[in-house]
C-alpha cells in the first residue's frame, strides 16, 4: 500500500512514535531494566531520526517492516550504549524474540492506521457535502445582532488633505 505525499510526515511521525514506545517495551520484556532518562532521550533521538527517515522516502510494506527492523536495532544498540545491560553487546534469545515481536506489531499497527486514516478520509468526503448542504445558511434573512452606527469620517487613519482642525484658536488670530 502507498502513502499518498500528503500523509508521509503523519506516517514518519506515527513509525517514530511508536518505535520509542515499542523498542523501550521489547527491550523491558527481553529482560532488561526500563530506561533512564538519557537512555530515553538517546531512544527518542534516534527513533526521530527513523521516522524522518520513513517520511521522506516512497511508502511501501518492505520499508516499512525494513525501517521499523531498523528502528529497533538502533534502539537496542542505543539503550545497550547508554544504560548498559547484562547481556553487553551481543542480543540473547528472549531480548531478540521481544524485539522480531515488536517489528511486527509495529507494522500491524501502522498499517492498521493507514487504513483507518484512508476510510475516515473517505466517509469524510461523502458525509461533510450533505451535512454543509443542510447547514446552508440564508444570508437574506440574517441579521446583524446590533444595530450598524455609521460615523460619517475619512476613510484614512490620519487626515492629512488640510482641512483639518490644525491652527491656533480663532479668538487669536
Known sequence: MSTPATSAPLRGGVVGALSVLVTAAAHDLGGAALPSQSAAVALLAVCVGVGWMVSSTPAGRNRLVVALAAAQTLGHLTLTVVDGHHHGALLDLPMAAAHLVAVGIG?????????????????????????LAVAAVD??????????????????LLDLSGRGTRGPPARLR
Open 107 to 131: 507494522a500491524v499497527a501502522v498499517h492498521g492506521a493507514e487504513r483507518g486514516i484512508i476510510a475516515a478520509a473517505r466517509a469524510m468526503r461523502r458525509i461533510l457535502p450533505i451535512v
Open 139 to 156: 444570508t437574506d434573512t440574517v441579521r446583524p445582532a446590533r444595530p450598524v452606527n455609521r460615523v460619517d469620517a475619512p476613510a484614512r
